[in-house]
């Protein structure tokens, strides 16, 4: 296969899925990388390294740097980051096929593969952290935050300069989310019955008595 090609579907997934982690490591660690000389980006991509965006980027991740080290804050950021990350996901990832130059069809395959990434690491991550806010102590949490800025980190590095490896590695890391989503919402879903419980508010599960 075509080195180029592979060089831009590493970056292409890669968008997309360090997308749902850390929007704003994304943003910079591809904008300054290309603006350092580090890497060239496809034309649909060159505007992540235009000062007024990385500044902009720069600002919220400052902001969410530490909103995601406070526990209940970081569950709140995510919520909201919902509606942020996977567009963005989506976004990144048909500029970063622009690299393709196959035109509108790679671009929309492109928009919903990073769509479909930024949503599964989004909701792995937001849903580890509720499991995770439940440990009184704070320590676990700022773990879990570093690991996922390094991890964006890494990862597109390694898309940028390894690109078989990180598909390699990308490809474990969907099979794991596939593994866990689903035992992540069952543990959120006992979390929050067992929350009603205590309150009182625990749906009657048989016949009323009489």
């Not at 704003?24 to 580090?38: H, Q, R």
């Not at 009184?136 to 300069?161: I, K, Q, R």
């Not at 596939?178 to 048989?206: C, D, K, M, N, V």
């Amino acid at each position: 296969m075509d080195h180029n090609i592979i060089n831009t579907l590493a970056l292409t997934l890669g968008a997309g899925w360090a997308s749902g982690l850390n929007l704003y490591a994304t943003i910079l660690t591809l904008g300054l990388a290309n603006t350092l000389g580090y890497a060239s980006l496809p034309s649909g991509l060159e505007v992540l390294s235009n000062p007024l965006v990385l500044g902009a980027a720069g600002l919220m991740y400052s902001v969410e740097f530490f909103a995601d080290k406070i526990p209940g804050v970081d569950t709140a950021w995510d919520g909201l980051h919902t509606f942020i990350r996977i567009p963005a996901g989506v976004l990144l990832a048909a500029g970063a096929a622009s690299g393709f130059h196959l035109g509108e069809a790679a671009a929309l395959g492109a928009a919903l593969l990073g769509g479909g990434l930024a949503a599964g690491s989004h909701m792995t991550k937001a849903g580890s952290r509720v499991l995770i806010n439940t440990s009184p102590e704070p320590f676990s949490n700022w773990a879990a935050s570093f690991t996922e800025d390094a991890t964006v980190v890494g990862g597109l590095w390694t898309a940028l300069n390894y690109p078989w490896v990180f598909l390699a590695l990308l490809l474990l890391a969907v099979l794991l989310m596939a593994w866990l989503l689903p035992r992540l919402w069952r543990a959120i879903r006992g979390l929050f019955r067992s929350i009603g419980r205590f309150f009182g508010y625990a749906r009657e599960t048989g016949p009323p008595t009489r």
